[in-house]
């Protein structure tokens, strides 16, 4: 089973850019989308309920926004949206489904690089999203999540790293916060597959050249439970597949699901 991760910093973009095309290449079973930035309704019908999937859209409230997805060649069961009944999710930022033998979700942890006040928010979720983790970590069966966590993890998922040591999304307990994640049992299998080396990089800024330099970020990521991991495969980053669609690159892993 092929599982694609895509940031597609706005699917009506996205879609004008060559979504499709690029989906079509990739050809994954399962597609989970953030930052899709628009209500189902102001999708186009192909993409909206797309023909031999089964879609299911979390939005934000408010429009042009955030925002989740998840397709699936399988049905979807036991869908829920948000990480706990205590934590209004109103940005659309997280959405779990059963789907394919999986307990799958997308998500898409906050950025905090445009305030402090949003910083504080991103540190808010970081703790809420913990306890959501350790929950899902302990249901029977694989379990796994993929999305854009807005941190870059260690000094080889960003080209830039002295120079962003101050900087969101690069910040000491921010990495020491995604150690504690993985120590807890969640397996970063992207990382595991590439080995010791820096990259593969998953977001580029617009500016430098920095895409076709490949001076990025690693900040898109699949994380496996121990039933999930022991079914991994490998790994893959589509970095020129998508190049001018958006500024993420899409992130697949293959899980090998017994029959």
Not at 97 to 122: C, F, I, M, N, W
Not at 174 to 201: K, M, N
Request: aromatic share 12%; charged share 25%.
């Amino acid at each position: 089973m092929k599982l694609t991760s895509w940031n597609v910093n706005g699917l009506r973009a996205a879609v004008r850019k060559g979504f499709a095309e690029a989906i079509s290449e990739i050809a994954p079973d399962v597609l989970v989308l953030q930052e899709v930035r628009a209500f189902p309704e102001q999708l186009p019908e192909e993409v909206r309920q797309p023909q031999g999937w089964h879609v299911y859209w979390n939005p934000a409230e408010r429009a042009g926004y955030s925002g989740t997805a998840v397709w699936s060649r399988y049905p979807l069961e036991q869908v829920t949206t948000g990480i706990g009944r205590d934590w209004k999710d109103d940005e659309g930022r997280v959405v779990q489904v059963r789907t394919g033998g999986l307990t799958l979700a997308s998500v898409y942890l906050p950025s905090g690089s445009s305030s402090p006040e949003r910083q504080a928010v991103k540190d808010q979720w970081l703790e809420v999203f913990r306890r959501w983790a350790d929950g899902r970590r302990r249901v029977r069966g694989p379990v796994v999540f993929g999305g854009d966590l807005n941190i870059a993890h260690t000094e080889q998922d960003i080209f830039y790293a002295r120079a962003n040591e101050e900087t969101s999304g690069f910040l000491p307990h921010e990495r020491e916060w995604f150690t504690s994640l993985l120590q807890s049992g969640w397996s970063d299998v992207t990382r595991e597959y590439a080995g010791d080396c820096d990259g593969p990089y998953s977001w580029w800024s617009n500016r430098g050249r920095a895409r076709e330099l490949d001076r990025g970020w690693r900040i898109d990521y699949w994380l496996c439970n121990q039933r999930a991991r022991a079914l991994f495969q490998s790994a893959e980053i589509h970095r020129e597949l998508t190049l001018g669609i958006s500024d993420h690159a899409p992130v697949s892993i293959e899980l090998k699901i017994p029959d």
